[in-house]
């Protein structure tokens, strides 16, 4: 069954400190994993999108690692500030006949960053 | 200058109703989608359209019906609304080939 677990499912830090977000995956075939953040009643934005033969890719205080042997992703936050405060969404493609299939979605991991 | 905009933001009706959300990208994208994200926000794919040409239904009750009248554009009507409609429905939109997804602000849906 293709699914995407992220842990933890909340998670609490103070200003500045850095963070790690995990996402482990069971999606064949695999297309490509995007990390996304949610900010309270808004639309989901992309952060990085990752292919098989990526392992790390960075936006900003933003850094994605995949382990596409091990089926696992882990964004890190550095330096975290106020407006990191927001749900983290890990999303894999799946990947049908190379055109863009269907997308599975984990249940995200609400980052709460506090002064 | 919206990328990809929804209309209405907010939506409260009663059971029973036929109600219709519009969705418009000004990106030029190919493929555009409806999703339901529910209390526990999780966000489940419901439609997907590349061209105009529906290639994903995520076994959505057919009272559901996205309707593009051209690229720009992904409405989704819902006939006979129920009280597990409520939810927040986001439209997004995409080039197929840079696999980035865009979405819109959402629309709170509240059936009373």
């Known amino acids: 069954k293709n699914q995407v677990e992220q842990s933890p499912q909340s998670l609490i830090i103070l200003e500045g400190k850095n963070c790690t977000l995990q996402c482990n995956y069971t999606v064949s075939p695999f297309s490509n994993l995007r990390w996304y953040k949610q900010d309270t009643g808004r639309g989901p934005v992309s952060l990085t999108i990752?292919?098989?033969?990526?392992n790390t890719k960075s936006n900003g205080r933003y850094t994605a690692t995949l382990d596409a042997d091990t089926k696992q992703s882990s964004l890190h936050i550095t330096a975290s500030q106020l407006s990191d405060s927001a749900s983290y969404i890990c999303?894999?493609?799946?990947?049908?006949?190379?055109?863009?299939?269907?997308?599975?979605f984990g249940k995200g991991t609400k980052l709460s960053v506090k002064p | 200058d919206t990328a990809v905009s929804q209309t209405p933001k907010y939506l409260v009706t009663q059971m029973g109703n036929d109600k219709s959300i519009k969705c418009e990208q000004n990106?030029?994208?190919?493929?555009m989608y409806w999703y339901k994200q529910d209390s526990k926000k999780f966000l489940k794919i419901m439609f997907s359209?590349?061209?105009?040409?529906?290639?994903i239904n995520e076994t959505v009750p057919n009272r559901f019906s996205p309707k593009s009248p051209d690229k720009a554009h992904l409405n989704l009507h819902i006939n006979s609304l129920e009280l597990g409609d409520s939810a927040v429905y986001f439209c997004?939109?995409?080039?197929?080939?840079?696999?980035?997804?865009?979405f819109g602000p959402g629309t709170r849906l509240t059936v009373l």
């Open positions: 997004a939109s995409e080039r197929r080939e840079h696999n980035e997804q865009f």
């Open positions: 999303v894999v493609s799946l990947n049908y006949g190379g055109s863009q299939g269907n997308l599975i």
């Open positions: 359209y590349n061209n105009k040409e529906l290639i």
């Open positions: 990106l030029g994208h190919d493929t």
């Open positions: 990752m292919t098989f033969s990526e």
